[in-house]
Each structure stands twice: as C-alpha cells, then as structure tokens.
C-alpha cells in the first residue's frame, strides 16, 4: 500500500552520478521537503534539478548517503511503497488516443467519473465538459486535440486523481503560454497544503507569492534559498 507522509522527506548528504558520466549530478545534497509545504526549486540547465526530481520519486536510488521518509531510510519494500505514493506531472507528458476518462484512469484504475470530474475542475480543466461527449470525448495520439496548455492541465488532474501525498512537476510550466502557466500554477496553489509539492522551474518565480520555499540549484547543490 502507498505510504502517508507524516513529517517530511529528507536528503542526508547524497550524491548521485549518472552511468557514463564524469561528474556527479548530485553533490552531498542535505535537504528537507517538509510535510505540506511547497517548494520551487530552480536554476540553469544542467544543474541537476531533473535528477534530484527521479531521486524524490523513487526512480533512482542514491550512489551514497540515504534519502529518509519521516525517519525511515527509503530503500527495500519502503522504497516501492513510497513510488505508489508520487504524483509526477512531466514537461511532455504522455497521453494515448482514446477517452479523456481512460487517459485519465490509466494510473488510476477504478477511480469513478465523480472523482475525474473533481479533479478535472481542480486541474483547471473544465474544457473537458465542453468537448463533445466530454469525458468519453476521444483526444487522439498524444493528446493531437488539445493544445499545449489543455494537455498539460489533464495531465495534473490525472496527478490529482492517484491521491497522492506527494506530487513533483518537472519543468510542467515552461512551454505554456502566459494564460496556461497561470492556470496551471493556481491549479497548484489550490492544492496547497494538501500535499508535499515540488515544483521545477528552470527559472521563473512566478509562483513566489504561494511557495513556502524557494530553492535554487547549481551544479548540484543548493546553494541559495528564500523562504
């Protein structure tokens, strides 16, 4: 079963270097992402945001140090229960031709229409209800029906929709135009508090006026933080 997050995540001294490559893309990286709180993280490309982004989702385990949940080091069955428990919105999503409902319940099994529906309005994705046949409407390969920023707001309702306690959105912003981004960082505030959110931007602040943290990465380490 998923794992409730009680207290907070917490990086103890990690490092992380990715096969093939010279250089480690995490540096004996100390950090905390408290329970509830949402933290931006930014910087430049390359500065190892995307990875510390795998290393919170369980995707890939540390080379040394140790990633903690509330305490317990994340590792054996903890770590696969803890991958159950992450939402994770990417820049280019995937989505497959059929219904918005089967694209949205393709993580989600069983969950019923009420609760698509309220995720969808929470997502800031009410254009759902406009298409013909709505949730039965059919989207195309990779979404081909919806713009940009219509893809994009689907894709956190179906983050939304897994009931996560905590959800990551990796660089999820940067290709929008200005009224998408909005609507997608309200979409995020609204769920503030509810759940432990990691949001990657390459470098804006946009969303300064409802994070509890601002952290900013070079080179794999923070090196500057704003609360």
């Not at 982004?53 to 080091?73: F, M, N």
Request: hydrophobic share 40%.
């Amino acid at each position: 079963s998923p794992l409730r997050l009680e207290r907070g995540l917490y990086f103890r001294e990690v490092t992380y270097t990715w096969p093939g490559r010279p250089a480690p893309a995490i540096r004996e990286l100390d950090l905390e992402l408290a329970r509830g709180t949402l933290t931006v993280l930014r910087g430049p490309s390359g500065s190892g945001k995307s990875t510390l982004a795998d290393l919170v989702a369980g995707l890939i385990r540390p080379d040394s140090g140790a990633i903690l949940v509330d305490g317990e080091k994340l590792d054996g069955d903890l770590l696969a229960r803890w991958r159950g428990s992450v939402a994770y919105v990417p820049q280019h999503p995937y989505l497959f031709d059929g219904t918005v409902a089967e694209n949205l319940s393709r993580y989600n099994p069983g969950s019923d229409r009420k609760a698509m529906e309220e995720c969808l309005r929470l997502a800031r994705a009410d254009f759902v209800f406009a298409l013909p046949g709505g949730l039965d409407a059919r989207i195309g390969d990779g979404g081909a029906a919806l713009s940009g920023g219509e893809r994009q707001r689907l894709v956190l309702a179906r983050a939304l929709l897994k009931r996560s306690d905590f959800l990551i959105l990796d660089e999820a912003t940067n290709a929008l135009d200005e009224e998408n981004h909005e609507a997608v960082l309200e979409a995020v505030a609204s769920v503030r508090g509810q759940k432990t959110i990691l949001l990657i931007s390459h470098g804006s602040l946009e969303a300064r006026h409802f994070a509890d943290r601002i952290l900013r990465m070079e080179a794999g380490r923070v090196v500057e933080q704003d609360s």
